[in-house]
Antibody, heavy 115, light 108 residues
């Protein structure tokens, strides 16, 4: 069955970077783009960007341009999302989801930014 | 950017009743690229409806979606206790992909 399994919770200090992984299984990894969506505590869903596992091309939401990097490793069927220059407002649960309909989601990774 | 506005913000109903949730887009959205999700506390969103009106795998038939252009509706009939959650609409017609702010469906 299709699964997206994310890495565990992280606690980071302001200014640091975090790298979250999303390991796909149960389908052809290169056939579907993976998107990243975050959700701050008690808030709604915010799209961050996407990566094509087949060629590695990326598209980022404008507000994250320059701070986010999405990569993939086809040998392990894993995509990564790295967010740099963290601030307290980046405290959120980060999800990966499979495009097009976002039919499968990872379980979420809580990233806490605190001094 | 397409802004999706959901209404009402909170909907209080009793089990057995019918919920009608609205999603209005600031620009026309191709129906093919409009989806609805359910989210419960501590869980990832779950796809309910895609293509504005197609139920995702395993979604019961008391969930239905309709609409076109800028106005879309999610209807949940015969509410069950497990249906009380937050619901989001979502467009992936144009970049940036956007979500509505959510409608909280609570037990009256």
């Amino acid at each position: 069955q299709v699964q997206l399994v994310q890495s565990g919770a992280e606690v980071k200090k302001p200014g640091a970077s975090v790298k979250v992984s999303c390991k796909a299984s149960g389908y052809t990894f290169t056939a579907y783009n993976i998107h990243w969506v975050r959700q701050a505590p008690g808030q709604g869903l915010e799209w961050m960007g996407k990566i094509s596992p087949s060629g590695g091309s990326t598209t980022y939401a404008q507000r994250f341009q320059g701070r986010v990097t999405m990569t993939r490793d086809t040998s392990t069927n894993t995509v990564y999302m790295e967010l740099s220059s963290l601030r307290s407002e980046d405290t959120a649960v980060y999800y990966c989801a499979r495009y097009p309909q976002f039919d499968y989601w990872g379980q979420g990774t809580l990233v806490t930014v605190s001094s | 950017e397409i802004v999706l506005t959901q209404s009402p913000g909170t909907l209080s109903l009793s089990p057995g009743e019918t919920a009608t949730l609205s999603c209005r887009a600031s620009q026309r959205v191709t129906s093919t690229y409009l989806a609805w999700y359910q989210q419960k506390p501590g869980q990832a969103p779950r796809l309910l409806i895609y293509g504005a009106s197609s139920r995702a795998t395993g979604i019961p038939d008391n969930f239905s979606g309709s609409g076109s252009g800028t106005d879309f509706t999610l209807t949940i009939s015969r509410l069950e206790p497990e249906d009380f959650a937050v619901y989001y609409c979502h467009q992936y017609d144009s970049s940036p992909i956007t979500f509505g702010q959510g409608t909280r469906l609570e037990i009256k």
